[in-house]
């Protein structure tokens, strides 16, 4: 029995020696501090994949992310849709170490470096968003698009880093050498929209945009530098086609948050309208900056400290100035400031084809009489415009089914269960805006 407790407590001060020589070793590799895990109702824990992943994520300028909603105003439709950029960036840096897992065991060269790199470009991908992501982004800032404001963030960071970054920025820009990298992160099957489909099919409660993403991620492989998904993977992928298409028009392009949006853009127009005519206006110190001048690209070039300027300006500087202008002395803007805020948003009609000018013309004439406004400002009351839906564009980059015979075929052609060329279809639709106030014209 003696003999058996003796064995017994060599095993276990042999097991705690190893274990304590294994965790000096990890902790000399990976301080304990940034050993870091998320829990993410969408995946569970998701864990920070290094040091340099950590310290971004930790850095104000991607912190700013928590304060940029991923679907802008759709929470007016969908209660739950209050999930950000933040979450979003996680979770597609989540998937993208699956896919890497998945193809490095299916013989796929992917160094170290090349995965560091891929997976701070997916991490980063979205850090160029203005607030209310698409919504604001030609209003914000002129001329320059969310992915080139990306580009000027992750040089930033590549020099804070000193070029830790190089590979990430690389494969952000399509010009590294394997061309698949670049494909994970934006391609018509990259991680950011596996992500976005999934989370935010999750976050509105739209069961319809449920996807699974791990069937997809198993599927992946590489032939010939791109990204290709196995033949018996091929369902998956339509049905994620399918869910994308009905994501956009149940969630996306949904009519309700077409109208909200269309009223944020018209207040940030008044705004400007009127610090352009230097009235008195609150905003924020954030936003005056952005709302008195009108930065482009140029700009961005030859202004290093704009980009800190932009990195401070989020969701929050715009409500909240939205808030003061309820009370604004313009009848224009105070009136669509609290109709949004109050959540009286405009009826919107939707058409087939373009409405007729006529119509358009009688709604603004009421427009007028009710708000006692000059003609040139009904506009900012009555909108219209298009929206188009393109579930899959086979003219862009192709997502590539891989058969038992090593043929590589476009999934509209693969497919054989529903006809993909019809969904590839770009589907347009016209809506027509104004206040409920105004009578419906028979």
């Given amino acids: 029995m003696n003999g058996k407790f003796v064995i017994l407590n060599f095993v276990v001060k042999r097991f705690q020696l190893i274990h304590k020589q294994n965790y000096i070793i990890l902790s000399r590799s990976y301080p304990v501090n940034k050993r870091k895990i998320f829990n993410d109702p969408v995946y569970g824990f998701i864990t920070i994949p290094g040091e340099v992943a950590f310290d971004i994520i930790e850095h104000p300028y991607f912190q700013r992310l928590r304060r940029i909603k991923q679907l802008g105003l759709t929470d007016m439709v969908y209660p739950g849709a209050l999930h950000t950029r933040f979450h979003h960036s996680l979770g597609a840096m989540h998937l993208m170490r699956q896919a890497l897992e998945t193809l490095r065991l299916k013989g796929t060269d992917i160094s170290d470096k090349e995965a560091e790199g891929v997976l701070l470009a997916i991490l980063l991908h979205d850090i160029g968003h203005t607030p209310f992501s698409h919504t604001l982004e030609s209003l914000i800032v002129f001329g320059i698009t969310h992915e080139e404001l990306t580009d000027l963030f992750i040089r930033r960071f590549n020099e804070i880093f000193d070029g830790r970054l190089s590979v990430a920025l690389d494969i952000f820009r399509n010009n590294y050498p394997k061309n698949f990298l670049h494909q994970l992160v934006s391609s018509q099957l990259d991680m950011d929209r596996l992500d976005f489909l999934k989370r935010d099919s999750f976050y509105t409660g739209v069961s319809e945009g449920v996807i699974n993403t791990e069937r997809i991620i198993d599927m992946l492989d590489v032939k010939h530098d791109g990204l290709v998904v196995e033949a018996k993977g091929i369902y998956s992928i339509e049905k994620f086609i399918v869910a994308r298409r009905l994501m956009y028009w149940q969630v996306y392009l949904h009519k309700t948050v077409i109208a909200a949006e269309r009223m944020l853009v018209k207040i940030l127009e008044r705004a400007r309208f009127l610090c352009k005519k230097q009235e008195e206006l609150f905003s924020t110190s954030a936003l005056s900056k952005f709302l008195k001048n009108n930065y482009n690209k140029h700009d961005f070039a030859y202004n290093t400290d704009l980009l800190d300027s932009f990195a401070a300006l989020d969701d929050y500087d715009i409500f909240t100035s939205i808030k003061v202008w309820m009370a604004h002395k313009d009848c224009i803007l105070s009136t669509l400031s609290r109709d949004l805020v109050l959540r009286h948003l405009f009826r919107i009609e939707i058409s087939p084809s373009p409405f007729d000018k006529s119509y358009i013309d009688m709604i603004k004439e009421k427009v007028c009489r009710k708000y006692k406004l000059d003609k040139e400002d ?65």
């Fill in 378 to 442: 009904a506009d900012y009351f009555v909108i219209t415009d298009l929206i188009a839906n393109n579930a899959y564009n086979p003219f862009n980059d192709k997502i590539n089914i891989c058969d038992r015979e090593g043929k590589i075929v476009d999934i509209a052609e693969a497919s054989d269960q529903l006809n993909v060329a019809v969904l590839s279809n770009t589907v347009t639709k016209y809506y027509l805006c104004y206040p409920k106030t105004i009578t419906k014209p028979a």
